[in-house]
């Protein structure tokens, strides 16, 4: 039963990470749903965590070494305004400021009081209908190398805005560079490359407090993390294919559907 919840729950996260559904929101339905409990909940947590992190970081080799290589760039001689690499290294370090700084000093009382069925169901909603309103009023035309600093402050802004179970990071992260008239694939790859830094500053956090790594199930633990890999990297590559040619509103459509079940489920079970 732990190898096969360890798989079910990696599948979810590679899934639902980066399409624009809220892994977090579909963990937490799924453990109230089942009532399971790993291990030790932190370290799986990390793990998956990690997995979404590697699948992107492998997904995105190119762009990663672009930023690291602008990021040192700058350091040297700052020339933000003509040198597009390290544009784009600053364009992501800007955006994913906010959600740093908010998941560093409120991340634990935001994860100890959100986490509730009943605040999934409505953040799946409203998200959902947002979607329907960023398709219908953007003017998508601009690509990341386009972008401003504007732009990034948006978006990592409304990136805060994740840390509400059900909202979605690619989801809101969408919406906010639809709304700055990027292309809805430009908006998806930039916000998977500002997962990476989110993602892994997230499992950091995570893992400092605490987890008994000498206990640890590491079959378990394995399973998931293959899993989260392996849908990750997949949900990627035909997602971003996906957002280059049909709009939002099938995601849309499943998020208020799935809601509309939440409160079905919530209201029978009382």
């Known amino acids: 039963m732990d190898f096969l919840y360890s798989l079910l729950s990696g599948i979810i996260q590679g899934l639902t990470e980066f399409l624009p559904i809220s892994s977090s929101g579909h963990l937490v339905i799924i453990h109230d749903i089942l009532k399971f409990e790993f291990f030790d909940n932190v ?39 003509n040198d597009s690499e390290q544009r784009l290294a600053w364009l992501v ?27 999934v169901a409505a953040a799946l909603a409203l998200v959902g209908i947002s979607f329907f309103v960023a398709e219908k009023l953007s003017v998508r035309k601009k690509t990341v190398a386009e972008m401003t600093s504007g732009d990034a402050a948006v978006i990592g802004a409304a990136q805060v805005l994740a840390f509400i179970p059900g909202v979605s990071r690619s989801g809101i992260s969408l919406v ?25 500053g997230a499992a950091v956090k995570t893992g400092l407090k605490g987890g008994d790594w000498s206990g640890a199930n590491w079959p378990v633990l394995a399973v998931g993390f293959a899993a989260a890999f392996g849908s990750g990297i997949l949900t990627i590559r035909y997602f971003l294919k996906f957002v280059a040619r049909h709009p939002l509103n099938v995601f849309a459509w499943y998020r208020i559907g799935l809601s509309l079940l939440i409160l079905l489920w919530l209201a029978l079970s009382r």
């Open 93 to 119: 370090i800007l955006a994913a400021l906010p959600a740093v700084a908010v998941g560093l000093v409120f991340g634990s009382a935001i994860e100890t009081n959100l986490r509730s069925p009943l605040i």
């Open 176 to 200: 906010a560079g639809l709304g700055r008239k990027l292309r809805r694939e430009e908006a998806a790859r930039f916000s998977f490359l500002l997962s990476i830094p989110t993602i892994i």
């Open 43 to 81: 370290l799986y947590d990390v793990g998956l965590h990690l997995a979404t992190a590697l699948a992107l970081t492998i997904f995105f080799r190119r762009e990663v070494l672009v930023i690291i290589r602008g990021f040192a760039r700058s350091l040297r001689r700052w020339d933000f305004r």
